[in-house]
């Protein structure tokens, strides 16, 4: 059973728009949540983190929100540009956990259009 | 030059062949990890690594063994490899605040 679902594969959103991607766990033990960021023939590539002690975490274009009740996080980008383009993972980690295991979602492959 | 690097970039083998994945890094991290990613699916965890002596399976280690050859390098191996260890594979690394993980570009590997 997925521990880290990203339900939507896919978004397509127009240039300068709000991009809203969506993530969910199931896992009450996770505390610590990231967003990578993958463009073809590259290795994911850490975008923005969210410790569980906070609901909002921003970094220029970039914000990320947690829900611990509803066990939902959200990535937000603002304005979003066709070079945001990639597919996004989130993921997961239990901190107190099995460590080194970052559980990871199928992703969401974004569009965005000029 | 790239952080971590992979080698090589891509692979085609026939099943039964033993082969070898490699993957350096040059940001001084102890930690070292190996994933898969089948298409439509997130990476998975095969095995990591917190220092040279430190080897541990992940969530899917069957069919695979590692090697940490020092702290800047880490292999993984498929003993007798099978088709359904087609995937692309990634090498990641972390320092000790171990979340944030550094990938490398990756492999394909295809098994006939």
Redesign the interface.
Known sequence: DQQVKQNSPSLSVQEGRISILNCDYTNSMFDYFLWYKKYPAEGPTFLISISSIKDKNEDGRFTVFLNKSAKHLSLHIVPSQPGDSAVYFCAASPRGGSQGNLIFGKGTKLSVKP | DAD?TQTPRNRITKTGKRIMLECSQTKGHD?M?WYRQDP??????IY?S?DVKDI?K??ISDGYSVSRQAQAKFSLSLESAIPNQTALY?C?TSDTG?????????TRLLVL
């Open positions: 971590v930690r990890y439509g699916l997130g990476l998975q965890l990591y917190f541990n992940g969530e990634f990641a171990w979340e944030t993980q550094y990938f490398g570009p990756g």
